[in-house]
């Protein structure tokens, strides 16, 4: 853990970390325990505190419970979005660590585009992104991918699983990679062999969204605005019900981190913030599409860190 007071900023940790943080943490003294908050006791570091906050968001309750003990008399009382606050916006050296991510992530999308084929499983694939990532530099993937074919793409966080691909399938393919502690977040969807008509207006209706999206994205807007900007296209198309969950969110350490870009954060978006925009459209049963990037939020605009292509590729 980290306490942090007008005065001094401690950095709390068992041996198992002792070697580690020894060049990971510098903006703090370290202390090295196997009861922190009783070490942290012992050094007086509460002594004299009055209020303690702690960030309910990242917090279990045994953690407040041991915080009340350890610090009474002092108030305690949580907060949200400590840390989600200090992590909205990048610097130059945090974008070209999530930069790296996205190019990994391309570079296997790219590798995908001659993998995928009738009779290979999702789980095939998921197990060759894998691969692909470690090989190509990234530390893990960014989460549990998620390869979703034919009926399945029509589930936004479907699980992969034996089903093999057939001719006329769509398949949404989710997936990202930590570098250095960051992560990429991409999606792109594919048709096999063909695609019928009502697959290609689909598609060509969240491409024109996503397309728009990051033409409006830009530091100042609000995460609402931006969202109903892009969901108004989709509504316009006729499948407004079909686009269920949020146009997209920060990226970072986390896989999903403030901010929020959708219609409940009215809040203005950060220059350097470092946002996805996938907006998706759902028909239950039939079939899915999604398309996402991940863009750098600038003063009048925005930079795209995934390069992969999104017009509809059909393999």
Do not use: W
């Amino acid at each position: 853990m980290i306490f942090i007071s007008q005065d001094a900023a401690f950095f709390l940790t068992d041996f198992r970390y002792k070697e580690q943080s020894v060049s990971e943490v510098t903006a703090c003294r370290r202390i090295i325990a196997r009861d922190l908050f009783a070490a942290a006791s012992r050094r007086g570091i509460f002594a004299g505190v009055k209020t303690i906050v702690f960030d309910e968001d990242n917090s279990s309750y045994r953690f407040a419970s041991d915080v009340r003990r350890y610090t009474a008399p002092a108030e305690v009382r949580p907060a949200s979005g400590i840390a989600a606050r200090c992590m909205t916006c990048k610097d130059d050296i945090e974008i070209a660590s999530l930069t790296q991510a996205a190019s990994i992530s391309d570079r296997v999308f790219t590798d995908l585009l001659g993998l995928i084929r009738p009779g290979v499983t999702e789980l095939d694939l998921v197990a060759e992104i894998a691969s692909r990532h470690r090989r190509y530099g990234a530390e893990n993937d960014a989460f549990d991918t998620i390869v979703a074919s034919g009926p399945h793409s029509s589930m936004p966080h479907a699980r992969p699983t034996t089903r093999a691909l057939a001719a006329g399938d769509f398949v949404t393919i989710d997936f990202g990679c930590i570098f250095d502690g960051y992560h990429s977040d991409i999606t792109r969807t594919v048709a096999v062999g063909r695609a019928s008509r009502a697959m290609k207006d689909v598609y060509a209706v969240v491409l024109e969204a996503q397309v728009t999206g990051i033409a409006a994205a830009r530091a100042g807007i609000t995460g609402k605005q931006l969202d109903r900007t892009v969901r108004r296209i989709i509504a316009q198309r006729g499948y407004g019900k079909y686009f269920v969950h949020g146009l997209g969110h920060g990226i970072g350490l986390q896989i999903h981190e403030e901010p929020k870009v959708s219609k409940i954060n009215t809040n203005e978006l950060n220059e350097g913030a470092v946002i996805t925009i996938e907006p998706g459209i759902y028909l239950p049963g039939a079939f899915g599409v999604r398309i996402e990037d991940d863009v750098v939020l600038r003063n009048g605009g925005c930079d795209v860190i995934t390069r992969s292509p999104k017009e509809l590729i059909i393999l």
